[in-house]
């Protein structure tokens, strides 16, 4: 967008509606909230060009507490009113919030069209790996075994990484944030509105109602060492010493992590982070405790023209052609007889 202020024009305040949030007390969606706030003021899009559309779930009610417009619509059709928000209006910055089950369930198929086209908004999926609103029952990226009103025995399904999905089917920004990370999830977000196409960025959020400490191990006090924070050009290196890191198993065409220091490994042998390397980025989000840190960051950013910017130009050139617009003659066009 060129309709962007200088950062000191706004502050958190100036995104922050007078409503009463409502959310449960320490859910996660509080620190997201934060975090979306301080990354908007940052941005300086003036708040009359940003807009909030939500589907159904605990994070739908985004709208509600951001000073911006919103659209509180239906259960997994976000994207398709983001679509045509952004097309009758390209000049707003559009963001789209969803939860895992409303953005990879029943939306699934509208998220994969939003992406596939590239339209210019931001979508943010909210994912606790559970269904929070309607208490608790598992959702497409709930773990097997996971036990909840709809599988009390525990799921048998096999669950989607948001991540995989987003690469999968042709996303070309592709980023991981969490919740109380509130250092990297403001930098993602501001990276994921410069892109111009389909952002896609999944924030695990801790429901601590139905499905509390599901990622403990790269979320909580303490797991720095499962966490790998990508930023383009540098090494893989991760942990709480800096000692640990990533490197490329080319026997089995698979990443491995690496002590640095022992057998002879050294800063060196570490893998660089390339945005644009798909092949890297799947494998990146594939990573998860035990076999690996989860990555975080930005781990994929190959921008390509958007659908909107392809659209527009494509009715400028029509209009161009067309020459002055005809009522007349368009009602005359074509075969004509007279009637006796």
Request: a negative charge.
């Amino acid at each position: 967008m060129n309709n962007t202020a200088t950062a000191t024009e706004f502050t958190a305040q100036d995104f922050t509606s007078d409503q009463e949030i409502r959310w449960c007390p320490g859910c996660g969606d509080y620190a997201i909230v934060k975090g979306v706030r301080k990354a908007l003021a940052e941005i300086g899009t003036p708040p009359e060009k940003v807009a909030f559309v939500s589907g159904i779930g605990c994070a739908a009610r985004f709208p509600y507490y951001m000073s911006t417009y919103g659209f509180h619509t239906i259960h997994g059709r976000a994207p398709t009113f983001a679509t045509g928000l952004k097309l009758a209006n390209p000049e707003l910055d559009v963001w789209v919030v969803g939860g895992d089950g409303d953005m990879l369930s029943i939306g699934g198929n509208h998220t994969f069209h939003v992406m596939r086209r590239n339209v210019d908004v931001n979508l943010l999926l909210f994912n606790n790996e559970i269904y929070g609103l309607t208490k608790g029952q598992y959702s497409p990226t709930s773990e097997e075994g996971t036990k909840s009103p709809s599988t009390p025995f525990g799921s048998v399904d096999h669950p989607v990484s948001p991540v995989s999905f987003a690469l999968g089917v042709g996303g070309r920004f592709v980023a991981r944030a969490y919740d109380i990370g509130q250092k990297t999830l403001p930098e993602v977000l501001k990276r994921a509105h410069s892109h111009k196409g389909a952002s896609f960025v999944e924030i695990l959020q801790n429901c601590h109602v139905y499905n509390d400490g599901t990622f403990e191990e790269v979320r909580d006090k303490g797991s720095i060492n499962n966490q790998l924070i990508c930023s383009h050009g540098e090494p893989l290196i991760y942990g709480k010493d800096r000692d640990r890191g990533i490197i490329l198993n080319r026997e089995k065409l698979a990443l491995e992590t690496v002590i640095l220091g022992q057998n002879g490994i050294e800063e060196k042998d570490i893998l660089i982070h390339d945005e644009k390397n798909y092949n890297l980025a799947v494998m990146l989000g594939d990573l998860r405790p035990p076999n690996g840190p989860m990555a975080f960051g930005v781990i994929y950013a190959d921008p390509t023209e958007s659908y909107d910017s392809a659209v527009i130009a494509q009715e400028n050139e029509l209009k161009k052609k067309a020459g002055e617009p005809d009522l007349n003659n368009l009602l005359r066009r074509g075969h004509t007889w007279m009637v006796e």
